[in-house]
């Protein structure tokens, strides 16, 4: 499903059994075809859309980055570079791209040594594997996204929205109907979603 930031209509969606790159591409491409200016585009970092054919600005939902990063340092027991990484990762909506990139360079200054410990015994293929392979690869998530987490800092006048909070609450709000309608059929379901989308498309 896509929606325009400005209006908050859904001006695109499809029912698809499995979530995939193609099909991102395909909606857009359709959407030109429509006469539809795509100024730039707020995703949750799926590969496919974070390689646009026509150049436009992709801004990756901050919010999403967060969850990638808890996801992976969400051991109880966590190291000391695991947990002052936790404390940065949650200053990145209220951050500048070179106040949140400074910390995390200072960070890794920080912890290099720890980083590249590696495990005592070799693996099947004869290599000695890094030991805290979770925060290193946080550590290159966030360096592999540098280019996506900030892009609305680069282009402000086109007000891009750095968060897919809007998609969420529509996603919501049709969980929520949804749920008042136990026991739906799987085609009256899928009726009713439809029609869901369609007033949101005015």
């Given at each position: 499903m896509l929606i325009d930031s400005n209006s908050t209509n859904?001006?695109?969606h499809y029912f698809v059994r499995t979530e995939k790159a193609i099909y991102y591409q395909l909606a857009l491409n359709r959407l030109r075809e429509k006469g539809y200016i795509i100024q730039s585009i707020t995703c949750d970092g799926k590969r496919g859309l974070m390689k646009d054919l026509f150049n436009t600005p992709i801004q990756m939902c901050q919010f999403h980055m967060i969850a990638i990063v808890m996801r992976k340092?969400?051991?109880k027991?966590?190291?000391q570079a695991g947990k002052e990484l936790k404390l940065i990762i949650k200053t990145l909506t209220q951050s500048s791209k070179n106040e949140f990139y400074r910390r995390l360079h200072y960070w890794f200054i920080k912890h290099q040594t720890f980083l590249k410990e590696r495990s005592d015994k070799a693996n099947e293929k004869?290599?000695?594997p890094?030991?805290?392979r979770n925060v290193r690869g946080v550590y290159a998530s966030l360096?592999?996204?540098m280019d996506f987490i900030f892009t609305y800092e680069k282009y402000p006048e086109l007000n891009i929205e750095k968060t897919t909070n809007r998609l969420e609450g529509l996603f919501s709000e049709l969980k929520r109907k949804l749920n008042n309608h136990?026991?739906?059929t799987k085609?009256?379901?899928v009726l009713f979603i439809q029609d869901f989308l369609n007033k949101k498309s005015h």
């Amino acid at each position: 499903m896509l929606i325009d930031s400005n209006s908050t209509n859904v001006v695109s969606h499809y029912f698809v059994r499995t979530e995939k790159a193609i099909y991102y591409q395909l909606a857009l491409n359709r959407l030109r075809e429509k006469g539809y200016i795509i100024q730039s585009i707020t995703c949750d970092g799926k590969r496919g859309l974070m390689k646009d054919l026509f150049n436009t600005p992709i801004q990756m939902c901050q919010f999403h980055m967060i969850a990638i990063v808890m996801r992976k340092l969400r051991k109880k027991h966590q190291s000391q570079a695991g947990k002052e990484l936790k404390l940065i990762i949650k200053t990145l909506t209220q951050s500048s791209k070179n106040e949140f990139y400074r910390r995390l360079h200072y960070w890794f200054i920080k912890h290099q040594t720890f980083l590249k410990e590696r495990s005592d015994k070799a693996n099947e293929k004869g290599y000695f594997p890094y030991k805290h392979r979770n925060v290193r690869g946080v550590y290159a998530s966030l360096k592999r996204y540098m280019d996506f987490i900030f892009t609305y800092e680069k282009y402000p006048e086109l007000n891009i929205e750095k968060t897919t909070n809007r998609l969420e609450g529509l996603f919501s709000e049709l969980k929520r109907k949804l749920n008042n309608h136990n026991g739906l059929t799987k085609r009256r379901k899928v009726l009713f979603i439809q029609d869901f989308l369609n007033k949101k498309s005015h």
